[in-house]
């Protein structure tokens, strides 16, 4: 019988609250048993095992990337629309690096958090549809969003800018160039 409390989701938020703790290589069913107050065993009626653990935990950073970005673009359209998801995005990254870098990147086995994806990945499809993207066209500027997003959050938590310019000058500059990229013919 499972312990009062310990439910999937107290195990997740468990899991996570070690990843913020002690960074992703300190996620083990033992960390987490140990932060929940159970025995090891104890979470398998729960989660199946550690790869389990790690795509439901993968799942609730989806899940709240999400929920910042469609706060941030809610009532926007176009450049500012975007601009607030960028924003948000960075803001996700750089407040909680840990647990970003703790998700899973592959969809090889992605069961658990395929609709947390595709919720987030709908944020984004909304925010650039303002430029009358569709098809291969919106794919491909998630992808390049992501990509600018991601490499310049990940750079600056891991303090991977040195010189001395204002980082918010640089990502406005970076968000700029991108927004500015759809008032051009496409490639």
């Known amino acids: 019988m499972p312990r009062a409390g310990l439910t999937p989701d107290a195990v997740v938020d468990a899991a996570i609250a070690v990843v913020d703790a002690g960074g992703p290589g300190a996620l083990t069913l033992a960390a987490v048993a140990g932060r929940a107050g159970v025995a090891t065993p104890s979470l398998y009626k729960h989660v199946r095992n550690l790869a389990e653990l790690r795509q439901l935990v993968t799942a609730r950073i989806l899940d709240e990337l999400a929920d910042r970005l469609g706060t941030a673009a809610m009532g926007r359209s176009r450049d500012d629309a975007v601009a607030a998801v960028m924003r948000a995005y960075r803001g996700y990254v750089v407040e ?67 010189l001395p310019e204002d980082l918010e000058a640089s990502y406005e500059r970076l968000i700029t160039l991108f927004t500015s990229g759809f008032s051009r013919p496409r490639v």
């Open 96 to 162: 909680h690096p840990s647990r970003y870098a703790s998700m899973e990147q592959s969809a090889e086995d992605a069961r658990f958090s395929e609709a947390a994806a595709e919720r987030l990945l709908g944020v984004i499809f909304a925010a650039l549809r303002g430029y009358g993207l569709d098809g291969p066209d919106l794919v491909h500027a998630t992808r390049c969003l992501r990509s600018a997003v991601h490499g310049f959050a990940i750079l600056e938590a891991a303090g991977g800018f040195g």
